[in-house]
């Protein structure tokens, strides 16, 4: 480990140089680049991404004592936001854009190992290590700038959707409901304290948060899976998708940021941060609803006015409207899937055929690009044809067994041809 005495007029230089030099270098990339729209697309996500989790990671090594930073001008929770930002733009637009080729695993490697090594000890009264900085520092790695990096090149790519999928749910999240609510208690009054708060506000409020972010995540998911886009218009869907959780609710993202933020809220005893809701009204009020008009209306004209009348923008309605009936085959012999029958008989379902044959139980809408599930994954999907309620659980099964799915049919498909 090299320790370098450098003086303090260099270090809030270097503090400067590192916004200013990243700013400059993603305009000039920008700008070599600005043919290429996936590229600088997958450029603004990973800077998006990168913004939310840098924050978040960072203020997680502070707490755990990783390091801490010194001074007290342009901070935000005890973060320099010049560095912070800085980071954000360096490890994402400025690398994707001057590296787009090269895995972000051999790129990133020896800026931690060698910047990191040759520098972050040298770095008071700008940063103060602690005890097992270098894990922090490999922490934040893999949190947040290999995954900002991975998302810029698949996105300009072109591939690996559900991950992408994935990772912009996590950016967004850090964003919404991390970085804003630090800044509103910031410039308010307030903070976090949560150990001050008592474990049964706690514990409900994260539970009440947890469903709250169901309709959100199965929303992201419901775009990848049939949509074959992202939440974001920017890099939009293929499809329009009126399944799920969208046969109930037409901005259920929306609706789901809206309800954390209240939730948190409350936990923090803080009514600017609930407050941040009417954000999400205004939101869908002026971008949401411009979308709508000027891109699905033109791209979907017919699905998308007849989806309008019978789905709400905020209000989820208790039954489904489909405008085509799924199936669910199950087999009678069956008493697991018997009795999964019979439990959505006594729901009542809408725009669902149940049929029997003989295997495992199925569910397809062919007409609304779903393909055919089976076992879990049918059972959850159909539950989405009972109500409000069932939807939430059926969303919440989803989340779960089709990522499991995912990523054990390709190990198990190894299998077979290796045997």
Known sequence: ????SLPVWLLWLLRWGLFLGPLAATLVLAHRRRGDQRVLIGGLFAFLYGLGTIFVTHQLAA???????????????????????GGALLFGPVLSFAFPRISP???????????????????PPLLYPGSNWFLGVLFVFVTAHLPALYLAQWTAEHRHLPWRAAI???????????????????????????????????????LVIGVCCIPGLAAVQMFALYGNGTAIPLDPTERLVRVGIFAYV????QL?????????GCVLQSIWVASAALMAWVFVAGMVRWHH?????????EGWTEYVAHVGEWRPRWRPWFKHTATLTHDPASAH???????????????????????ALRYACPAEGVDELSASAAAAMALHHTHFLGALTGAAILLIVLPIGGAVTPFLARIDRAD
């Open 293 to 301: 008009r000027y891109d699905l209306l033109l791209r979907f004209p």
């Open 256 to 264: 789901c940021s809206a309800l954390v933020w209240i939730v948190l």
């Open 63 to 85: 707490h755990v004592g990783w390091w801490r930073y010194g001074g007290a001008t342009l901070m935000l929770c005890d973060i320099p936001a010049d560095i912070w930002i």
């Open 168 to 206: 912009l749910a996590v950016g967004f999240g850090c964003l919404a409901f991390a970085v804003l609510p630090s800044a509103i208690m910031e410039a308010m009054g307030g903070e976090w304290a949560l150990l001050e708060r008592s474990p049964w506000v706690l514990a409900i409020g994260g």
């Open 337 to 359: 899937q018997a009795m999964i029958v019979r439990c959505l008989e006594r729901l009542g379902t809408t725009g669902l055929a149940i049929e029997t044959a003989p295997g």
């Open 1 to 4: 480990m090299i320790e370098l």
């Open 105 to 123: 695993l051999v790129l990133l490697m020896p800026i931690v190992l060698g910047l990191h090594g040759v520098l972050f000890l040298s770095l």
């Open 250 to 253: 037409r901005n259920p993202m």
